[in-house]
């Protein structure tokens, strides 16, 4: 997958790289803003098993 993104990207290596770093900024951007909020209520990370004595 990873080949097939590189091989599609316009410009020389230094070019590809750089739009590469871009693109993983938007996605994780994305995840931080959009993605992770809209999950976070469906996740069980605050459901407790052990009562405070």
Not at 23 to 50: C, G, I, M, S
Request: glycine share 4%; no cysteine.
């Amino acid at each position: 997958m990873y080949g097939f993104i590189w091989r599609h990207l316009p410009g020389n290596a230094w070019v590809k790289a750089l739009i590469s770093l871009v693109l993983v900024a938007a996605v994780v951007y994305a995840l931080f803003q959009y993605v992770f909020p809209w999950a976070e209520p469906l996740l069980p990370f605050n459901d407790v098993t052990v009562d405070n004595q």
